[in-house]
T-cell receptor
Framework: SQQGEEDPQALSIQEGENATMNCSYKTSINNLQWYRQNSGRGLVHLILIRSNEREKHSGRLRVTLDTSKKSSSLLITASRAADTASYFCATGEIQGAQKLVFGQGTRLTINP | DSGVTQTPKHLITATGQRVTLRCSPRSGDLSVYWYQQSLDQGLQFLIQYYNGEERAKGNILERFSAQQFPDLHSELNLSSLELGDSALYFC???????????FGPGTRLLVL
């Protein structure tokens, strides 16, 4: 079963606006990761935030992690048409098989 | 380029047939993962190998099997194919489980 649940499932904004996507999870994790997938292509790793971190930045990306609420958010600032893609969160589970569990993704469309 | 290679890129076959998908992980990565992505099911984790040993199983059908060889490349075997097996199959690799995964470009399988 999927652990990460992204919200919203789809988001459409104008170029230049900020885009925010959320991810909720259920079990204890050692890290949370965000990936981007352009249509029909492989997933590309964007950023990893560890369970003892609260916020991380990479270029126009800002990720927050709230382990008490078991949630994370990905903010893309000053969006560009090239940011149009699906975005997935993935949680690194502590227990069990220690694998990444991917959510269903948020489909982001940037309108020019 | 993630460093993960997958062959073939496209595969068209008939129901009841058997196919083999191949994956070469990034140099130095010991973990290999297989995922299936279809329009209605999202990204489904199939199976994980670490240094030649099976580490975790996901939603992998009994008709599917995989292995990781001593040189760390992996093969996913799909047999008795059904129309519903048509999907994108991704391979990913990482140094250790739960850390950043690097995805290959995928194999697009079409079962007619």
């Amino acid at each position: 079963s999927q652990q990460g649940e992204e919200d919203p499932q789809a988001l459409s904004i104008q170029e230049g606006e900020n885009a925010t996507m959320n991810c909720s999870y259920k079990t204890s994790i050692n890290n949370l990761q965000w990936y981007r997938q352009n249509s029909g292509r492989g997933l590309v790793h964007l950023i990893l935030i560890r369970s003892n971190e609260r916020e991380k930045h990479s270029g126009r990306l800002r990720v927050t992690l709230d382990t008490s609420k078991k949630s994370s958010s990905l903010l893309i600032t000053a969006s560009r048409a090239a940011d149009t893609a699906s975005y997935f969160c993935a949680t690194g589970e502590i227990q069990g098989a220690q694998k990444l569990v991917f959510g269903q993704g948020t489909r982001l469309t940037i309108n020019p | 380029d993630s460093g993960v290679t997958q062959t073939p890129k496209h595969l068209i076959t008939a129901t009841g047939q058997r196919v083999t998908l191949r994956c070469s992980p990034r140099s130095g990565d010991l973990s290999v993962y297989w995922y299936q992505q279809s329009l209605d099911q999202g990204l489904q984790f199939l199976i994980q190998y670490y240094n030649g040993e099976e580490r975790a199983k996901g939603n992998i059908l009994e008709r599917f099997s995989a292995q990781q060889f001593p040189d760390l490349h992996s093969e996913l075997n799909l047999s008795s194919l059904e129309l519903g097996d048509s999907a994108l199959y991704f391979c990913a690799s990482s140094v250790v489980p739960t850390e950043t995964q690097y995805f290959g470009p995928g194999t697009r399988l079409l079962v007619l």
